[in-house]
């Protein structure tokens, strides 16, 4: 079920008013991550998070399934900062200004999609293939990231592709992309960063993102609700939709929860104000 974490937006709100969130090497890949069900043995006394195994699963699913929004170009709560675009807009936009193109997308992470017009080979057989763009004169350039680029050798000219690339201006009038890649790669790039800020919020780290908190106080309410999730058939938005609607038919408004659960007031102290 898409959208899960649109409930988190329900929290947010709450969470403003009580105060609990203020406030490369190119060359590698991501490894898998996983949110741990406990934080990692510190020698320090800082106070950290347990998750039991079922809140864990939550979260990782939680994550895996906004990103699948987000890299649909959907309305997703947690959004990398990327621009969707197809290939006619960019030489379109470029014509009109080359100045404001070169603003809205120089070196800015896209993820472009378009109709494949050729596939060539430039100096060192390093493949370019162009897409199809209202400009018969001016196509699209797409360069591939090093460890990508035999995907060019799988192309046919009319074939409609998708690519997460990075913008890289404009020559004679022919925009081009660069270090483009499969939107699956960078998702799962992303996906494994935001893992990475739940581990490293569960260690009581108070500078992770807000929504990350975010993520982790819902995953604690609907956990304490559900009887860690025993009465949820499985993940997903019916879950919290008939979790929230039990909570509110027994008098329990976010705001008064938040205030007077343990468990928040526990996450308070521990992700709280930034001392």
Request: proline residues 3%.
């Amino acid at each position: 079920m898409k959208k899960v974490l649109k409930w988190v937006g329900i929290v947010f709100v709450v969470l403003f008013v009580i105060g609990l969130i203020v406030g490369k090497d190119e060359n590698k890949s991501v490894e898998d991550i996983s949110v741990s069900s406990a934080p990692s043995s510190s020698s320090n006394s800082k106070k950290t998070i347990s998750l039991t195994a079922k809140e864990a699963e939550f979260i990782n699913f939680a994550i895996e399934d906004d990103a699948d929004v987000a890299f649909s170009g959907g309305d997703a709560l947690i959004k990398p900062d990327v621009i969707f675009v197809t290939a006619k807009e960019l030489q379109k936009n470029y014509a009109a200004n080359e100045a404001r193109g070169d603003k809205t997308y120089k070196d800015k992470d896209m993820v472009i999609t378009g109709v494949v017009s050729s596939i060539d080979s430039s100096i060192g057989d390093i493949p370019v293939v162009t897409l199809k763009t209202n400009d018969m004169f001016n196509t699209v350039h797409v360069r591939f990231k090093k460890q990508y680029r035999d995907i060019a050798i799988e192309l046919d000219k009319n074939k409609k592709i998708t690519f997460f690339c990075k913008g890289d201006g404009v020559i004679i009038g022919s925009p081009t992309v660069s270090s483009c890649m499969p939107v699956d790669v960078a998702k799962k790039d992303f996906i494994n960063k935001q893992k990475q800020y739940v581990n490293k919020a569960l260690e009581g780290d108070k500078s992770v993102p807000d929504e990350v908190k975010g993520i982790i106080l819902l995953t604690k309410i609907v956990g304490e609700e559900t009887n860690d999730f025993a009465k949820c058939e499985k993940f997903g938005k019916k879950c919290l939709d008939s979790t929230m609607q039990k909570m509110k038919a027994s008098g329990k408004d976010s705001k008064s929860y938040l205030e007077s659960s343990p468990v928040a007031q526990e996450l308070k102290e521990i992700l709280g104000e930034k001392k």
